[in-house]
Every structure is written in structure tokens, then in C-alpha cells.
């Protein structure tokens, strides 16, 4: 495994993280996908299965964990601080703020009062006094508002129950830039991927402000890892159930456009986290992972040798050409 530094946080994380959302089992939420009850996470995880998962990771390496409340209704977090609960190996935990369930309801609301409580209840769910990152959960400009729930994590920064805050981002780059410009954020997570590329604007004034970058998504969903096809059907459970036909086949499409990256060595989900690395300044990719199989296969990158100038090529001209084209 190697290792990267977090920005101006000096903390030496695992270039591969893992992404708890699918550890924290399946749950269904109202007014999420729809005004009625949809999947809000991805097929069920057993809790001893989640737990062994997170051992097996820090066995090898792996130091850096983020989830949030969101992810299972809280069980996401609960999972990771049984499964760190006695272990010796340093690991720096993530999550994050202002998207919750309320009374089987899925709300977003970035306010100062719903920091502190929202944060409270982390702490008690992670059994931690200090909490290493906390993040507000991808808040649109509008939801952002006059920033006072930033304003709040700052507040609980300086009085010390939290090390460092930043920002889980929308999907607006814009509005990202400027929250960095405001020189706030110690860490920011981003969508960057293969699907993504817009989002390597973003890392030229993270390097300016030192802040540290997180990677969420990086296999855009699933579509990335190879597995999935026109033909692939969802488990009722699965948030992706709901997204329709046509979004499905449009995803499958465009991931496809990077099947070259793929070679007997390296599966195409590999090949995904191996181009997001090739960016210095990103700090640690959490790839979601429902199982050791998939997390073995994740880790493994980080020992992988780098895509040569060739194919960084090729991918730069997918994106100029047939893949932004048709975004």
C-alpha cells in the first residue's frame, strides 16, 4: 500500500480508501428518488460481513474509513466503530453532516442547529469524543445558503471536538471552486472519475489552499468495474432499481468508452482507480466496497504500475471528443 499526505491535515492516508455507504445494509427512504419509498443505498450487507471487511482492510493496509449518518440510517457508522472497536492500527475516520432519515423521510437540511445535533449523534454512533473529518454533505449553492452551517463546523473545529471539516461537494464545479476560495475546507471530496473528468478543474486551487482531496465515486456507481451490461437487472434493494432504463444504458455506454484501459493484469475497475491516481494531487480514492473480494481487488491498485503515457493519452482524447461531447 502507499501512502499520501491530506493536505494541510499532515495526515499520511492509504491511497485506496474505503467507502462505507453499501456496509451500513439496505434501507428504504420517502421523498429521496421519489414522494414515495425507494431504495436509498445498495443490496444488503450482513453486519459480520461488513465488520469483516474493515478488519481485512486494515490487515493490509488500508487507513483511511468514510461514511456518514445517511449511509443505512446511521448503521454505516455504528459498523465502522464496532469494527474498529480494539484494534491497534491508526486510522483516520470520515463522515459527514446534514443529510439524514427522519422518520423514515430523507432530509437535507444545512443549518447551524442541525450541525450541532447531527454531530452529537455521529460522535455517539462512532463512540468518539474527537472526530477526525467531518464534511457537509454535498450541499447545492442553494441548500449552502448563507453558509452558516459552515460557519457551525467551524464553531465545533475550534472548540476542539473535531479535527478537521471541509466539504463533500455537489455536482456543481463552480460552486465548489468557490468554497475552496473561501480557504475554510481542510478537506474537499469530489466526484472525480472517468465519467467525471470536469472535475480535475477543481484540483489546481485545492493545491493553492492545501486542502486535502477525497475521491468519491470513482467507479461512477458500479458502471466502471466491468460488470454491469444492457442486460444487468437490479435487486429491489439497489438505489440503482429506480434510475430507469434509459439512464442505464446511457452509463453503460459511456463506460464503456474505456474498456481499452483493461488488460489481463488489471480489470477495468482498476484501470478507473489507477486514472484517478495518476492526478498528484488527489490524496486517498474511497471506492465502495460490499465485501473483502471487492476490497481485495481494490487495494491491490496501489501496488499496480501506473497507465503509461499511451493510454493517459487516450483517455484525455475520449474526453475531448465522443465522451464530453455527449454529456
Known sequence: MQYRTLGRTGIKVSEIGLGS??????????????????????????????????????EHGLSFVDTAPIYGDGESERRVARALAGRSESVTVETKLCVFAEDGRYRRVFTRDVVF????ESQQ??????IDIDLLHSPSREE?????????????????????????????VAHTLELIETGHLD????????????????????????????????????????????????????????WGRERHLENVRRANLFKFLANEGRTPAQAALKWILS???????????????????????SDQASLNAEEIDRVASVHRSRYLASV
Open 21 to 58: 455507504w453499501e456496509l451500513g445494509g439496505s434501507y428504504f427512504l420517502r421523498d429521496r428518488s421519489s414522494a414515495g419509498t425507494d431504495p436509498a443505498g445498495y443490496a444488503d450487507v450482513a453486519e459480520q460481513e461488513a465488520v469483516a471487511t474493515v478488519h481485512w482492510g486494515l
Open 117 to 120: 445535533r447531527e454531530f452529537e
Open 125 to 130: 454512533r462512532l463512540g468518539a469524543d474527537v
Open 144 to 172: 449552502f445558503g448563507n453558509g452558516e452551517s459552515l460557519d457551525a463546523l467551524l464553531e465545533l473545529k475550534k472548540a476542539g471536538k473535531v479535527r478537521w471539516i471541509g466539504i463533500s461537494s455537489s455536482y456543481d
Open 187 to 242: 478537506v474537499l471530496q469530489i466526484p472525480l472519475s472517468l465519467m467525471r473528468p470536469e472535475w480535475v478543474d477543481v484540483l489546481a486551487a485545492c493545491r493553492r489552499h492545501d486542502t486535502g482531496v477525497v475521491v468519491r465515486e470513482p467507479l461512477f456507481s458500479g458502471y466502471l468495474t466491468g460488470h454491469l451490461t444492457e442486460d444487468t437487472v437490479f435487486s429491489k434493494d439497489d438505489q440503482r432499481s429506480v
Open 279 to 301: 492526478f498528484p494531487d488527489v490524496s486517498v480514492v474511497i471506492a465502495g466496497s460490499s465485501n473483502r473480494t471487492e476490497l481485495e481487488e481494490n487495494l491491490a491498485v
